[in-house]
Nanobody
């Protein structure tokens, strides 16, 4: 099992930027597909972005494509989510996830999860 800790959330005005971090221990990134998900109040958790274990495959939700960038630092076993041009609808708790079995994609029912970090975007 991998232990994931998110950080970097906060309150920002619309149009601003934040950088989320997800520090992992217990398993190296190269063996796991990693990703970011978010859950807004009253809504279901939704996919934001994902990166394969080798870093070659990346995809984003349509709602964040062009504004958010996912990346990893293998030396630090840390994943990042750079969020630019933030909108009020980006307000949510953001979670990082690591698939327990696949280095390519994430299956939410077989992933380890962090505790989440709150992102609030004011209009």
């Amino acid at each position: 099992q991998v232990h994931l800790v998110e950080s970097g959330g906060g309150l920002v005005q619309a149009g601003g930027s934040l950088r989320l971090s997800c520090a992992a221990s217990g398993r190296t990134f190269s063996r796991s597909a990693m990703g970011w998900f978010r859950q807004a109040p009253g809504k279901e958790r939704e996919f934001v972005a994902r990166i394969s274990g080798n870093g070659m495959y990346i995809n984003y939700a349509a709602s964040v494509r062009g504004r958010f960038t996912i990346s990893t630092d293998s030396a630090k076993n840390t994943m990042f989510l750079q969020m630019n041009s933030l909108k009020p609808e980006d307000t949510a708790v953001y979670y990082c996830a690591a698939d327990k079995q696949s280095s390519f994609g994430i299956t939410t029912t077989q992933a380890d999860w962090g505790q989440g970090t709150q992102v609030t975007v004011s209009s």
